[in-house]
């Protein structure tokens, strides 16, 4: 639920689907047993390249999203298309 929160948060605070009305952001859950696989989609933004601080400061009220999604997922990551983004994370059992 935490990373799942973050992605979300992220989407709406930092893509055009936050920004406009009627934005849209979506998830997507997958689960095949092994592997739970979360795709949060949106509609992108001018700076489209995810970007985790290589220092987390533990004081602040943001900024630790993606940093939360790379060390306790089991794999994460993101594509951009003509018309959206997607970020996502896998959690193995």
Do not use: C
Request: net charge negative; aromatic share 8%.
């Amino acid at each position: 639920m935490l990373l799942v929160g973050e992605l979300v948060a992220n989407s709406v605070k930092h893509s055009e689907s936050g920004r406009r009305p009627g934005g849209v952001v979506s998830l997507r859950v997958y689960d095949d047993g092994r592997t739970v696989r979360v795709e949060v989609v949106d509609e992108g933004s001018a700076t489209d390249i995810p970007r985790i601080p290589s220092q987390v400061d533990p004081f602040r009220e943001s900024g630790r999203g993606l940093w939360l999604v790379r060390e306790l997922s089991s794999a994460w990551g993101w594509r951009k298309d003509p018309t959206s983004r997607t970020v996502w994370f896998e959690v193995a059992d």
